[in-house]
């Protein structure tokens, strides 16, 4: 290793006297004789210098670009580079070049000259180029030109982070520019492959995602992420057999992989075979039994299939390990309630409440709860509790006329007659044409001993039940009612 690293020192050193001298030729002949990156890049430098004396000014560009590909800057080599993309008004190109040297040598006046060249001749205003910081000149002045001087990097690692920028801002044309100039630099770099696939699938471009997909695998990607970025482009394009076909050539491949069984199952799921979804999950299960995602989407598939009770064991799972889960916690009421075992749904409903109140399928489906469970305790006479559910139903939206009416009687049982009538009342204004409504507020009324108000609504009750065959019953006992008063007045 140290003769190696002493053998590039002699060239190095032999390449500085012949250029020193002024022997050009032989300076040149030198540039190509050392591996070692540093060296190379040394040699390169008084490569394009030898080249520039020698009036080949094409050479001496060619030179500079090739030291650029080593990762070795020499601010007055980027400044080259820069002035000549001024000239040559490519200024995206210009700016990364001044850029770099800048960050190099801040207080260089040739290197502050061309920057401010180039802000004139683009119309930016000028900058403080020398207390910068850490503000890069895209924060303050972004525009689309100062993108495209990515396009122009030969580091891999900076060409993703600025395709993934690109990406994030929604630049998606401009990514896949970076992208494919990563592709060209690093073509074996399978991280470059996949966002590939990732950025043409957000454009619709299925075929060019489907062929960075067939890339990235032979650069080596992880199979079911690569697919992953793919999948959801195929099945908005309808392609769920052609996600299928790829998901099984990979499972071909690693045959273990828990992320290609869910993606085989979300393909057969969109082609509506169900069975072999519910199979593929399974089989994901058993290779990674640790994943909640998977849990959660076999959880759904199962409960959309009607297997209630097995849904319900994957979701009580879920709600366990994950403290803030809402769905589970919602199907798990819903279960609960349809089995009517609403105790157990209660704490399902509340701690789903807790974690989420703003969600519309959890309130209607907790006001559910709370009605049904209030009519269960109506039935055993517990006129507190089913108070205590309608209100908490109320909170969760309006209710209904029949459930106004079972709050009234939940009054009544209470003996809380005044809030009852006062309810009635009320309910009498916006629904007046409810013999129901009219002939309990009679009742109440006459129990209090307001005899004129009671025979008023009996009267009522009488009247709006007209012939209905359905409001005989009713009619008959507003009727005896109001007989039973007149024979008491007399």
Known sequence: MNLFSNRDALIVALAKTYH??????????????????KASAELLYLLADVRQQKMDFEGYYAALLELEKTGVSYPPALLSLGVRAIRQRRFAEAHFYLERALALEPQSRPIRDAQSRLLQMTGKPELDLVERGNDSLREKVPDPWLDRAYLFSFDLGQLLVKADASAQRGDLELAVEILDRAVAFGEDDWKAHVMRVNVFAKLGRVKDAVSSYQAAIRAGAHEGAALGELSSALLEQGQAMRLLELAEAALERVPDSADLQRLRSLAFREMGNLPRAEASLKRAMQLMPESLEIARDLAALLWERGKRSEAASYFTRLSRQSPLDVQSRTYLAQYYIENGQLEQAESFVTEALEIDSSNARLAELAKGYFIQYSYLEASAGDWVEVERLLELAKGLGPLTLDELKLQARAFRGMGKLEKAIALLRELAANYGDKPEVLMTLAELLEEQGRI??????????????????????????????????SMSNE
């Open 452 to 485: 004129e108000e009671a025979v008023e609504h009996y009267q009522a009750a009488v009247l709006r039940s007209g012939q209905f065959s359905a409001y005989a019953a009713l009619r008959n006992a507003a009727r005896a009612r109001l007989a039973a008063l």
């Open 20 to 37: 020193t001298n002024g022997y050009l030729e032989e300076a040149e002949d030198l540039y190509s004789l050392s591996n070692d990156n």
